[in-house]
């Protein structure tokens, strides 16, 4: 199994950036996938989670209105738009898919900093 993040960088607040998780080793389609952050000194938290199957989302309280998690079973990528981002959403990001028989695979991290 393998989860390659990729898309994070430096931005201003109130910009965007859009994440992509690429996916191999495992039928993609058939399973939860999840973005967590941990910023600096915290402990890891959900960010953003899309089911299989209908690809029912759930968020955050604290970037629901701002952030959307998507999928591409085609591409084995699930990706995640975050508009309006503020300072406290710097963290290193991480995508991760939980299989019952197999437990939790992450990703290395792609790393957000929003500051002027």
């Known amino acids: 199994v393998q989860l390659v993040e990729s898309g994070g960088g430096l931005v201003q607040p109130g910009g965007s950036l859009r994440l992509s998780c690429a996916a191999s080793?495992?039928?993609?389609?058939?399973?939860?996938m999840s973005w967590y952050r941990q910023a600096p000194g915290k402990e890891r938290e959900l960010v953003a989670r899309?089911?299989?199957?209908?690809?029912?989302?759930n968020y955050a309280d604290s970037v629901k209105g701002r952030f959307t998690i998507s999928r591409d079973n085609a591409k084995y990528t699930v990706y995640l738009q975050m508009n309006s981002l503020h300072p406290e959403d710097t963290a290193v990001y991480y995508c991760?898919?939980?299989?019952?028989?197999?437990?939790?695979?992450w990703g290395q991290g792609t790393q957000v900093t929003v500051s002027s």
């Open positions: 080793g495992f039928t993609f389609s058939s399973y939860t």
């Open positions: 991760t898919v939980y299989r019952p028989a197999y437990g939790s695979n």
């Open positions: 899309i089911t299989s199957g209908r690809g029912s989302t």
